[in-house]
């Protein structure tokens, strides 16, 4: 059987439309015993297509879902704590984990969203792969049968909770990215679900769907799971189609989508404005002219767009932003972009306030969209914690130290289990940015967003941020909520400016961490060390538990002086020649101290 034919039976067998050449690509894969990951966006259909590929493969399937929960005792396997109690470490009492079962079977271990997983587990895998076998404590070598082979699936780079696989783990893959599916065949699993409904509510539930993915306030779109639940819901809840759609699409989109950090609309409102532009006044579904149930992209080029004309005049930005619709400028990161580096100057040209705040919105979006593709994904390292047993408590039983225990303590008792489970890193950080005439707006707002992108995702960062130039400046305290384009604006709108009196600014980024709640505390300056004012500050570091020095290389840069603080404050200097790089020294910053490392 050709691999053609192979593709139409797994269609057939599992109800899949379209993904001819996705099929073909993961079938070629495993067929040559490789193993295959999966990435795309959430409800696309990869665990339907990792399962009907390992189904076809006439192989024992064992799936995994991944967390940051996830433990190497749960992937690789365990002991029963009453056989060893009674009879000890004998082989009756391992239970094998997933990948052992698969490895002994031959079959196929289906990892699902496996970059969700913590990177201790995750490398377990490693000696599998290569080599097709692992050793397991107190067990032994286990060996794989031949036709072992591991089908991952992961979530795309900028989701949330996401960390990047270990270049050695990626490195025994083969990717297959997969995305939205076109709109015919999105509209064909439509009709094979609901072959009795009209063709307008087909297409709605569809073109509402459709439209959440380009909408200048969605991050992330839905997938065709949204339309499925719009299809089963909009009759229920009102006899007439636009009225029920509405209705279902408030239901049904807003744990499907993800807004944008910098969106001044709610969700409801951006909700009801794509229902708007789905029907006409009358309530008609707008049925398009073509097949594509979608209006044109967000990132449609404007007219005087991409013409190579590079924009360098304030008074030329202002005009392209006065002269163009929102939705082409929003999606266009190169003018965004430059609409941000230059957002003091502009705010202060444009004197419609309607123009304003659109040149706002889109020097917010740009700024953090462009940190996000600086930093990648992002997920810092749990720790590992024992505690004894408790009424409610979760976590595997530490087997060891329960049996020492026992022992220890002769008749047994609940108490005595000691349970091990995996917690984030609680982290407090003060954030301190040279904002002296070195520093320009977009600069600052890089760094800024960097940490407070980083916050705003890994959730448990504490955080507090702060400028200087020959005085400190709180941006945002401990205590302080803000959303993350509060922050974001009020960097762009800065005006650097005076002298440098970086002493003032340790001390007041020390006294800032005392009102932190964690005891994992951390400071990070960024500045090029030249101190215009002031005594010198390597004697302030030393008030920190940690400082981390990023040191913006420039003529007037002060490397000596950086050291001393950086040495002082028990942490280590990272030099950066552009702020694009601050994001990721960042985040190696926060991984460091999270992991307990010396850096």
């Given amino acids: 059987m050709t691999i053609e034919a192979d593709v139409q039976q797994i269609k057939r067998r599992s109800g899949i439309v379209g993904r ?13 015993n490789k193993h295959l990951m999966i990435e795309g966006p959430v409800g696309v259909g990869k665990t339907v297509l990792a399962s009907a590929i390992a189904a076809h493969m006439g192989r024992p399937v064992h799936r995994i879902d991944g967390d940051e929960r996830y433990t190497e005792q749960k992937l690789s396997g365990w002991f029963d704590p009453p056989i060893v109690l009674e009879k000890g470490y004998i082989e009756e009492a391992f239970i094998p984990g997933p990948l052992t079962e698969a490895m002994k079977d031959g079959g196929v271990l289906f990892v699902n969203e496996m970059n969700r997983m913590p990177e201790g587990v995750q490398n377990i895998l490693l000696p599998a792969m290569d080599e097709g076998q692992i050793y397991v404590p107190k067990v032994g070598q286990i060996n794989a049968r031949d036709g ?18 270990s270049e050695a783990l990626s ?40 439209r959440t993915r380009d909408h200048p306030n969605i991050r992330r779109g839905a997938s065709i799971r949204a339309a499925i639940s719009m299809m089963r819901l909009f009759g229920t809840l009102s006899p007439d189609l636009r009225d029920g759609m509405r209705a279902a699409a408030h239901m049904a989109l807003p744990t499907r989508i993800e807004m944008r950090e910098e969106s001044r609309a709610t969700t409801s409102e951006v909700i009801d404005q794509i229902v708007d532009e789905c029907f006409s006044e009358e309530g008609n579904y707008r049925r398009p002219k073509s097949d594509e149930p979608l209006k044109p992209s ?15 005049d304030v008074g030329d930005i202002a005009n392209l ?15 965004g972009w430059r609409i941000a580096q230059n957002y003091s100057r502009i705010r202060l040209v444009l004197s419609d306030p309607a123009a304003l705040e659109l040149a706002r919105r889109i020097a917010i979006s740009a700024t953090i969209r462009k940190v996000l593709h600086l930093l990648g994904p992002v997920n810092l390292p749990t720790r590992i914690i024992h505690e004894p047993y408790s009424i409610g408590a979760s976590g595997d039983v530490d087997l060891e130290s329960t049996v020492e225990t026992m022992i220890d303590g002769g008749k047994a008792h609940p108490s005595d289990l000691i349970l091990e489970k995996r917690e984030p890193k609680d982290l407090s950080v003060v ?49 302080h909520s803000m959303n993350l384009d509060e922050i974001v604006v009020s960097l762009l709108e800065f005006n650097a400016s005076g002298y440098t009196n970086i002493e003032e600014a340790l001390r007041g980024g020390s006294d800032a961490l005392s009102k932190a709640t964690t005891k994992n505390r951390v400071g990070v300056i960024v500045t090029d060390g030249n101190y215009t004012v002031g005594a010198n500050p390597t004697d302030a570091a030393s008030s920190f538990r940690r400082l ?25 200097v990272y030099a950066v020649s552009g702020f694009e790089e601050v994001p990721k020294v960042l985040y190696h910053v926060l991984r460091v101290v999270a992991q307990g490392s010396p850096g």
Wanted: glycine residues 6%.
């Fill in 548 to 572: 981390f020095v990023v040191m913006t290389e420039s003529h007037d840069c002060q490397p000596q002086v950086c050291e001393a603080m950086a040495r002082n404050g028990r942490g280590r």
């Fill in 298 to 312: 967000a990132g449609t080029r404007s007219p005087n767009a991409g013409t190579g004309k590079r924009m360098v």
């Fill in 431 to 479: 954030l301190m940015l040279d904002a002296s005439l070195s520093m320009s707006g977009d600069k600052l707002a890089i760094a800024t967003a960097a940490i407070s992108v980083l916050a705003f995702r890994l959730k448990m960062v504490e955080f507090a941020i702060m400028t200087f130039n020959d005085k400190p400046r709180t941006i945002k305290g401990f205590d």
């Fill in 20 to 32: 001819d050449s996705e099929l073909e690509m993961g079938l070629a894969a495993i067929s040559a």
């Fill in 148 to 165: 072992f082979v591991i089908i991952a699936t992961q979530n795309p780079r900028e989701f949330v909770a996401t960390t990047a696989l």
């Fill in 321 to 335: 932003i006065e002269t163009h619709h929102e939705d082409e400028l929003l999606g266009r990161d190169d003018i």
């Fill in 171 to 210: 490195d025994r893959f083969e990717l297959l990215r997969i995305d939205y599916q076109p709109a015919d065949e999105e509209l064909e699993i439509l009709k094979g679900r609901f072959s009795d409904a009209k063709d307008d509510a087909l297409g709605s539930s569809l073109w509402i769907t459709r």
